[in-house]
């Protein structure tokens, strides 16, 4: 099944008007993490897997690449990625990840930042990723973390009567497969995977492991998000960039 | 500090008689797993980190190793290892790991199981291990898996009043370093590191990642050990085998 969660009216205002506060797990978290081992962007062809409004897919125009294509499944963030963050050097394609297929091209990176929790399917996935990067490409996506995804039941955070953090709860870590949740809307599916699979299925497709980045908030998060001071207690997020060889 | 606990008498001989009775997690577990993917051992050149009793010298020389030798910290282990597993082709050395200096010689093959976590300085490990490795040689080992280190409290396994496991609790994950456990008896020191800092320390010094296992039990095991079903709710061990380029 492929899972259109932001094509879903209320999942999508909500879910627009948190990433426009500038005030996320991406701003903070997510995003500085994967920007710290972009590689260099001049003159490169960029995949964006997963695109959503584009913000990712401009940066890298912004920082030098000569072409960016930013899939995503949903009509909503697409007509949002052509309003907010439309260029020249930007395509932006309605489709699932699942079906792209794009036999001329051959990419220098692919990105993919918090998607592929959303796919089923991440053998495949990594297969059509390798295929699609030239020798030397490089693929950096980010993750919900397996200790996140891992137990059936959401939120995880265990706390006491008084609402205090004691510890984070994992459970069913070798399960892999549909994770539910509840946020915004009901119904929301994720895909569990381990660490082990991740890289893996990385390495059996002919990618050389780079760097594993499990990150902490930056510290303007820390002023301005005092709860990201959790991260530290356990990771929110996986960050892994691999090469071709 | 080295920590040199199996020449504690009491721990020595309760950790003896554990591993000798041939039911524990290392025989169902651990061992499986790093098995599985040890590379062919014929003529190989084995350096073996933490060689406890032999064991797994005595494993590698049965399959084809040329010559192994063994280095561990602790007195009792290496004269149970003159015991139960001298061979000709075994040299067990008594040294703290860390002090280890083999300047005239190259592996093709350096093991290390369930030794690392006792290790202060990491980095250092990996570089001297970097640099014993001939082109092409294999360094493989396990350690505790990250999120069973990670609480400083222990016993992580949260259980209700009727003493069923209800979760495990992860908690201080980035907060590297020293642990402190009751096994057996007080004060046995472990050092937490993240999945990051295990793999990227690896990669920063020349190795290629091969293969993550996060293993679960052996069928037999479950048999035995029917505690040892927790094991697919989170992984009490990390194997990691990557090779010198």
């Not at 309003?83 to 699932?96: F, G, L, V």
């Not at 030239?134 to 397996?146: A, C, D, M, Q, Y």
């Not at 699979?197 to 497709?205: D, P, Q």
Request: some cysteine.
């Amino acid at each position: 099944m492929k899972q259109n969660i932001y094509d879903n009216p209320l999942f999508f205002e909500k879910y627009i008007s948190l990433r426009n506060s500038g005030v996320t797990y991406n701003d903070f978290v997510e995003q500085p993490a994967m920007k710290s081992v972009i590689p260099t962007l001049h003159g490169k062809l960029v995949l964006d897997l997963g695109c959503g409004a584009g913000h990712l897919a401009r940066y890298c125009i912004e920082n030098g690449a000569s072409r960016v294509i930013g899939v995503d499944i949903s009509k909503n963030m697409i007509e949002q990625a052509n309003k907010e963050n439309k260029h020249e050097k930007i395509n932006y394609i309605r489709m699932p990840i699942e079906d792209l297929e794009l036999p001329d091209y051959k990419f220098d990176l692919i990105i993919s930042s918090l998607a592929v929790h959303y796919l089923e399917d991440y053998p495949t996935l990594v297969e059509k990723v390798s295929k699609l990067l030239n020798k030397g490409g490089v693929f950096l996506f980010s993750t919900e973390h397996p200790m996140v995804t891992a137990r059936r039941e959401k939120n995880n955070w265990i706390k006491d009567t008084e609402g205090n953090r004691l510890y984070y709860a994992v459970d069913h870590y070798q399960e892999e497969g549909k994770r539910e949740e509840h946020w915004y809307v009901n119904g929301v599916i994720k895909y569990h995977r381990t660490v082990s699979t991740l890289l893996n299925t990385l390495i059996n497709n002919g990618l050389i492991l780079e760097k594993i980045i499990e990150p902490q908030s930056i510290p303007a998060g820390l002023e301005i998000m005092p709860k990201l001071i959790h991260e530290a207690r356990k990771p929110s997020f996986m960050i892994i960039k691999a090469s071709k060889t």
